[in-house]
């Protein structure tokens, strides 16, 4: 089996049998497989998926009674599928299956996942009225705001793309809501993405099934994405770990003083005891599974980092302060922002040494619409990824 094509249906009517005759044509005479997998409450709905596997052998589905989610529906479908590729699209003909050839071509050249997208040279999302066009650019920028593995990505709120199936075997996707490939993006496994142009089409029947309740489960998602994620998830930590140092540090320097301590060297000695505090949450929280060289050795690395960081702040702000005559309080409050970023990075690549899997992300700008089915376009879209150069995200 070549591929596998999985279809997540709710109340679609005749829509299914559109895309099975419509893959017939595009796909000829390769072997595939469709599968539907479907949430409806419509008893006709049903019966046409019934009656469309009756005419059709290599078309599959599976009517879930209790459950009604299109990113566990595609969860699923990937669990049903026999292909070596596996291709997820939208019943409503939004997506053109024209494109499978042309991305079948660049999974075939070794990319992992393939994604049509709206926005590169080519691309277009014309089928979505102004307030779809407007939820999806806000869904796009919190996805790529938040989380890194998704922010090269053009497009990664795409119900539509193709992956190898090694990229989620073994990989425990639980989406919340309409939006899996996010998820797929954050934590499977892979090296090689490439975006290809398409056009968003117009739904040929029925009507959307985006709502408010939606939106919140994709919040939510990205949420979840976050706090699951060590690379997405290590900066909101480390922030933390700062506030309670800043705590400490003035909950015992109060201490010192009322112990009649000189205030200078109280400062010292809590900016010492924050110090290592902060070391302690950081070693155990923020970089708990990056421990690969002794603790002395990084509590020491540690030190030099932060003491440069807090000669960096006292630079910034003398240079505000006194060159630029900022107010005192700004100045500050700009130094102990550039050095809080100075200590995270480094002690991210120096302290702690945490190594990302390299991901490789292209833009294909070949042909892949209306003659997608045609040699010319695959030996196309092969040329043109081949000699484009690849982006590197560590």
Request: charged share 20%; glycine share 8%; proline share 4%.
């Amino acid at each position: 089996m070549k591929i596998s094509i999985v279809v997540p249906t709710f109340n679609e009517g005749n829509n299914p049998a559109v895309v099975a005759e419509t893959l017939i044509k595009v796909l000829h005479p390769l072997e595939f497989e469709l599968i539907f997998v479907d949430d409806s409450t419509s008893k006709e709905s049903v019966e046409s998926l019934e009656h469309l596997c009756g005419e059709f052998p290599w078309v599959r589905y599976e009517h879930r009674e209790h459950e009604r989610s299109l990113g566990t529906a595609v969860v699923r479908g990937f669990e049903l599928a026999r292909g070596e590729l596996i291709a997820v699209m939208d019943s409503d003909m939004q997506h053109p299956p024209e494109l499978l050839k042309a991305m079948m071509a660049a999974a075939e050249i070794g990319c992992d996942i393939v994604i049509p997208s709206r926005f590169v040279p080519g691309g277009d999302d014309g089928g979505l009225s102004p307030s779809r066009k407007l939820i999806s650019w806000v869904a796009r920028v919190i996805g790529q705001a938040t989380l890194k593995r998704v922010r090269s990505v053009t497009d990664p709120t795409s119900g539509f793309f193709l992956l190898r199936r090694s990229v989620v075997e073994n990989v425990r996707l639980q989406p919340i809501g309409w939006k899996v490939l996010i998820e797929i993006l954050v934590h499977g496994n892979y090296s090689r993405i490439v975006e290809i142009p398409y056009r968003f089409q117009p739904r040929i029947a029925g009507s959307s099934n985006m709502s408010l309740r939606e939106q919140w489960n994709y919040l939510k998602h990205i949420f979840k994405l976050v706090v699951s994620s060590s690379e997405d998830r290590r900066k909101y930590v480390f922030a933390a770990v700062g506030i309670s140092g800043v705590l400490v540090n003035m909950m015992v320097y109060v201490g010192l003083v009322k112990l009649h301590m000189d205030f200078w060297q109280a400062g010292v000695l809590a900016g010492a005891v924050a110090m290592v505090s902060n070391f302690a949450l950081n070693d155990r929280l923020t970089w708990h599974d990056s421990r690969s060289t002794p603790g002395l050795k990084r509590f020491g690395k540690y030190v030099a980092t932060s003491l440069t960081g807090i000669g960096i702040d006292t630079m910034v702000l003398s240079m505000l302060a006194y060159g630029m005559h900022v107010d005192y309080f700004i100045a500050n409050g700009i130094g102990i922002f550039v050095a809080m970023i100075w200590n995270f990075y480094v002690n991210n690549v120096w302290t702690w040494k945490t190594e990302y899997r390299e991901i490789e992300v292209a833009l294909s700008c070949a042909s892949s619409s209306a003659d997608s089915d045609s040699l010319g376009a695959i030996r196309s879209m092969r040329s043109a990824l081949t000699d484009r150069k690849w982006v590197v995200e560590e």
